[in-house]
């Protein structure tokens, strides 16, 4: 009897190497104990949340008692959390960003799909620059749209501006791009931006269709060297930008996110009505009421970034050792390392036998690469040294 749906049946396949790794990483852990498994394949943030976060879930209790304290609400969420937002997006955009341009989402993912629901007809394309966040092509494909990913510049993985130019056809609806980048770690500069922009603008003109721009940016402030992101509000009008503060606060199972239109889109407010729409009839009805409250007095605070900064650091040194060839991320959890070998699987099993455990690149669309998280503790960053070491030989005796 069919069970499922095709094209879920289709995913779950697709998707099946991150159950096996997480599978294997289980199998491992109680074989070997927790502590000899360096398991570097999850982005779980785990940097604890700010002092800050107890103080404000004490607010929010004391405010338990009233009536509608976590009640229906508009579905754009409560007036004084897209307010919060909204401040804190017009600082980082150097741009008025008014509260009534601010949605509250059910994450980054939820945005997205809420993004994608309001304006993607069957057929339509996203490109996105490769390699990109594994769950995109599912949320494209949610509504009939198809995600075009195209390869960015090898190895330093900035954002090839030309091969996205040649993507483009009179049915691409957007460009999603996420910087700082989940997987490489990069963050696109003022420059690759600004050549971008004018490749949609000169688009738009050509065809006359809407070429909306997705900025997905839950890693905004995880920006290890003080980099510019620049802002795109002042770039582009057709920007949208979705973020969440599962990684700036590390509150990512308190699911709270945004959606942000910028105020120079011709047509903003039918845009933003029908996020709102979506928001409701995908059945997320609005944002979780405790994580807005709590986000409200937390609108400035962030998780300790030296936390995450010393382990980047730390796994650079071991892959340097081992003479494994990086970029360094200058952002997000992430390193995406260059295989010793072509095939970049036969360097993670050689890894797992080292009981090191990573996904590799053509799971993100690029292989030839493999993902490392740095969200893991420094013990298992050093502890895995030797490890790297023994796998490139390895892999390297059998050339
Ligand atoms: N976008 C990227 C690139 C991510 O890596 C993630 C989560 O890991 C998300 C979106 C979804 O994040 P959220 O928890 O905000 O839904």
């Given at each position: 009897m069919k069970v499922l749906a095709d094209n879920i049946k289709n995913a779950m396949s697709e998707s099946s190497f991150i159950r096996r790794m997480f599978e294997a990483g289980l199998e491992m852990k109680h074989k070997f104990g927790a502590d000899n498994v360096y398991d570097f394949s999850l982005g779980n943030p785990d940097a604890p949340p700010p002092p800050a976060v107890k103080n404000s879930l004490y607010q929010v209790a004391e405010n338990?008692?009233?009536?509608?304290?976590f009640g229906y609400m508009p579905n754009a969420g409560y007036p004084e959390s897209r307010a919060a937002v909204a401040g804190s997006l017009s600082r980082e955009q150097q741009f008025e960003v008014p509260p009534s341009h601010v949605v509250l989402t059910v994450g980054a993912a939820g945005a997205i799909n809420v993004f994608f629901r309001a304006t993607l007809e069957p057929g339509d394309e996203v490109i996105c620059p490769a390699?990109?966040?594994?769950e995109y092509k599912f949320y494209a494909s949610n509504y009939g749209g198809v995600l075009k990913p195209v390869p960015a510049?090898?190895?330093?993985?900035?954002?090839d501006v030309t091969a996205i130019e040649k993507a483009l056809?009179?049915?691409?609806k957007a460009i999603l791009i996420n910087s700082?980048?989940?997987?490489?770690g990069q963050i696109y500069n003022r420059a690759e931006l600004e050549a971008l922009a004018s490749v949609m603008r000169r688009h738009m003109e050509k065809t006359g269709n809407v070429l909306y721009l997705i900025s997905d940016e839950?890693?905004?402030?995880?920006?290890?060297?003080?980099?510019e992101v620049p802002p795109l509000f002042g770039l582009y009008p057709y920007t949208v930008i979705v973020g969440s503060y599962s990684k700036t606060l590390s509150?990512?199972?308190?699911r709270i996110g945004y959606l942000a239109v910028c105020p120079?889109?011709?047509?903003a407010m039918e845009l933003i009505n029908g996020t709102v729409m979506t928001n409701r009839i995908l059945g997320f009805?609005?944002?979780?009421a405790i994580a807005q409250k709590l986000l409200t007095g937390l609108i400035n605070e962030q998780i300790d970034l030296n936390i995450y900064r010393e382990r980047r650091d730390e796994m650079a040194k071991v892959l340097t050792d081992a003479g494994i060839e990086f970029t360094m991320p200058?952002?997000?959890?992430y390193f995406f390392p260059k295989s010793p070998?072509?095939?970049?699987t036969v360097f993670i099993d050689a890894l797992m036998k080292e009981h090191i455990l990573g996904v590799p690149g053509k799971g993100f669309g690029y292989p030839g690469y493999f993902r490392l998280a740095f969200c893991v503790p420094m013990s298992s960053i050093k502890n895995s040294a030797a490890g790297f070491k023994r796998a490139v030989r390895a892999v390297k005796s059998q050339l």
């Open positions: 338990s008692g009233k009536q509608f304290a390699p990109y966040f594994v510049k090898d190895f330093t993985f900035e954002l056809t009179p049915r691409t700082p980048n989940n997987p490489t839950p890693y905004r402030a995880l920006n290890f060297d003080g980099v509150l990512a199972g308190a120079n889109m011709p047509d009805v609005n944002a979780p200058k952002g997000a959890l070998v072509p095939d970049e």
